[in-house]
Every structure is written in structure tokens, then in C-alpha cells.
């Protein structure tokens, strides 16, 4: 059965970086892309971005340019998020999901299986 | 970004109830609208994809329909386990957003 285990809770200071993982098992994992989302505590979904395990290439949400980067290692079958320069309001649930989506048209897609979360909590 | 809007916020219902939920494009995104249902503590859970194909697995008391900038989340008949919140996303852009979400609680 398809899943993804996330990594465990993080702690961290304004202005340090958070790498999440992701490890898929359940299917052939460069067959698909892998989606971020976040979710403040008590607040809605947000959409963080998307990269493709085929081709490496990535799409990622405008607010969150030039501070996040998201990368995939086939030979684990594992995706990582990395967010840098991190604020109080970067506190959040951190999910990955898998899309089904390989190529840079992400149109009429969806996330389909989703990691547990990760909480991540940025205070001084 | 394309902006999605979803009515109500919240709403109260009993069990058997039909229940409809409202999400709203800022423009046309043709059918491309997905439709999620979180229950508090959990991830996400994928119910409607491309606006009325039913996720494998999810019970047949839920649809979807709509097209251009309006779409609707139906439940036919509401069961102790749907009380939780619905999301609706696009994914007509490459940027996709979500709604804000709709909290179903139990009257």
C-alpha cells in the first residue's frame, strides 16, 4: 500500500532553516511528483509546492520563492523540503503528498496520498 | 494566484442530513477542482477529484459537480464520520491554491 513517513517534530530559532523528509514505500516512486502543503495552527491549507521525482523540476507557490527548496532522492525514495530564513509564522503542520504529475503541466492534478504531517515551531 | 472561496465557513447539520458545500474561482478553471475532507489531528484526505470523479474508496454518498468558476461538494445523507472540515483546491494554474475550508459540526 502506498505511504509516506514524514520526519519528527522540529524546533527551531527565527532565521534558521528546516529540512523536511518524505519517504515514500508502496509504489514506483519516479513514476510521480510530490507535493507540499502547510496548515498553521487552527488555519487552513496552504499549497507549498511541487517537484517531479522523474525530471527534478520543481513549481513552487510565489510567496514562498526564493526561501524554499524541495528535492528528491530516487535512490531512497525519499523527498525533502527545505525551508530557510524561518519566521513565526512559518509555525505549521508540514504535509507531503504524492501527485500524480511528472511533467511541468500540473493542470487537473491532485494529491492523492498524504505523509502524517510534521510539525515544525519556529520561537525564539 | 487564482483565489478560491468557499461557503459557508461552517455549517450545522444532523446525522441523515443532505448537506452542500459551495467553493467559488476567482476565474474559469474549467473542471479542474479537487475536493479534501480533514478530520482534526489528521492529514488530508482526497474525496472528488476533477470536479466529480469519486477518489477509489470513498463512500458513494459524496459528489460533485460544477464547472467554470462555480463547483459544489454534495452529501447525500450525512454520517457520524463526515463531521470534520472540506477543502476544495484548483489545479487549473501551476500555482494551485485551496479554500479557506468548511467545518461541518454536528447540530
Known amino acids: 500500500q502506498v505511504q509516506l513517513v514524514q520526519s519528527g517534530v522540529e524546533v527551531k530559532k527565527p532565521g534558521a532553516s528546516v529540512k523536511v523528509s518524505c519517504k515514500a514505500s508502496?509504489?514506483?516512486?519516479?513514476?510521480?511528483?510530490i507535493s507540499w502543503a502547510r496548515q498553521a495552527p487552527g488555519q487552513g491549507l496552504e499549497w507549498m509546492g511541487w517537484?517531479?521525482?522523474?525530471?527534478?523540476?520543481?513549481n513552487y507557490a510565489q510567496k514562498l520563492q526564493g526561501r524554499v527548496t524541495m528535492t528528491t532522492d530516487t535512490s531512497t525514495s525519499t523527498a525533502y523540503m527545505e525551508l530557510r530564513s524561518l519566521r513565526s509564522d512559518d509555525t505549521a503542520v508540514y504535509y507531503c503528498?504524492?501527485?500524480?504529475?511528472?511533467?511541468?503541466?500540473?493542470?487537473?492534478?491532485?494529491?492523492?496520498?498524504w505523509g502524517q504531517g510534521t510539525l515544525v515551531t519556529v520561537s525564539s | 494566484d487564482i483565489q478560491m472561496t468557499q461557503s459557508p465557513s461552517s455549517l450545522s447539520a444532523s446525522v441523515g442530513d443532505r448537506v452542500t458545500i459551495t467553493c467559488r474561482a476567482s476565474?474559469?478553471?474549467?473542471?479542474?477542482l479537487n475536493w479534501y475532507q480533514q478530520k482534526p489531528g489528521k492529514a488530508p484526505k482526497l474525496l472528488i477529484y476533477?470536479?466529480?470523479s469519486l477518489q477509489s474508496g470513498v463512500p458513494s454518498r459524496f459528489s460533485g459537480s460544477g464547472s467554470g468558476p462555480h463547483f459544489t461538494l454534495t452529501i447525500s445523507s450525512l454520517q457520524p464520520e463526515d463531521f470534520a472540515t472540506y477543502y476544495c483546491?484548483?489545479?487549473?494554474?501551476?500555482?494551485?491554491?485551496f479554500g479557506q475550508g468548511t467545518k461541518v459540526e454536528i447540530k
Open positions: 503528498a504524492r501527485a500524480p504529475a511528472i511533467y511541468d503541466v500540473l493542470t487537473g492534478y491532485y494529491m492523492d496520498y
Open positions: 508502496g509504489y514506483t516512486f519516479s513514476s510521480y511528483g
Open positions: 517537484i517531479s521525482a522523474y525530471t527534478e523540476n520543481t
Open positions: 476565474q474559469s478553471i474549467s473542471s479542474y
Open positions: 476533477t470536479a466529480s
Open positions: 483546491q484548483q489545479t487549473y494554474s501551476s500555482l494551485w491554491t
